[in-house]
């Protein structure tokens, strides 16, 4: 992990602190987990106009349909995925902004990710170069379909829903290994997917709300 720690104003500072106080209150209780969420600044991952909601309990939009996922939800993705373990070998799925790859460099020192969308992808690679977070490999790809040349992978997170788990994943996913997804249409819910040793199991978590997950590329 990088263990980088980035400069903050006042305002941003007291705003990024109230944001953790918040995320304790919703029952995030792994250290590690809001201290990777304190490092990084938000802010930088969103527009200027709405830079000053960057600290908020909100999902914002990032142009293109698509938007940064809520602390809490990052949060809650990631501690769920980490409880009794470390992250090791991570692939995201929908690095949008670049933000959340953000957070999960600073918990394990391979980070993969994968976006769609090019312009969207231009903008993660340019936004964790300005924080100087260099250790996240960036790649343009259909990310129902994985990084089979990287993989396996111990932890997969998916930042978009999907009607059901894709099967690239669940290959890449490494023996003893945990993957996190929204699944579902207009209701969805997080599953967290485990590969043991009798096979794939699931359990439901927390009921959210993303974008779609759309195979392609742009």
């Known amino acids: 992990m990088s263990g980088a720690v980035f400069g903050f104003g006042m305002t941003s500072q007291r705003t990024r602190t109230r944001m953790i106080e918040r995320l304790r209150e919703q029952g995030i209780s792994d250290e590690e ?9 938000r802010h930088a991952f969103v527009e200027e106009a709405l830079a ?5 309990d909100t999902a914002l939009p990032l142009g293109f349909a698509q938007t940064i996922s809520q602390p809490y939800v990052v949060a809650r993705m990631i501690e769920a995925l980490r409880a009794g373990r470390q992250l ?3 692939l995201e799925i929908g ?7 953000a957070v999960l460099a600073q918990l394990t020192d391979e980070v993969y990710a994968i ?28 990310g129902q379909l994985g990084l089979p040349e990287a993989a396996p992978f111990d932890t997969i997170i998916v930042a978009a829903a999907a009607l059901r788990v894709p099967p690239p994943l669940l290959r890449q996913l490494a023996p003893g290994g ?6 579902g249409g207009a209701t969805q819910y997080l599953a ?3 590969h043991r040793t009798e096979g794939y199991v699931e359990t439901r978590l927390d009921t959210v709300r ?9």
């Open 52 to 56: 000053s909601r960057a600290y908020e």
């Open 88 to 90: 090791g070998k991570t």
């Open 192 to 194: 967290l997917i485990e």
């Open 178 to 183: 945990r993957m996190i997804l929204p699944l």
């Open 95 to 101: 690095a949008g902004c670049g933000y959340q790859a």
């Open 115 to 142: 976006e769609r969308i090019e312009p969207l992808l231009a903008k993660a690679r340019l936004n964790l170069r300005a924080i100087k977070q260099l250790n996240v490999r960036l790649k343009h790809a259909d």
């Open 33 to 41: 987990v809001l201290a990777a969420i304190a490092a990084v600044p």
């Open 210 to 218: 993303f974008v779609p997950l759309l195979s392609g590329v742009e």
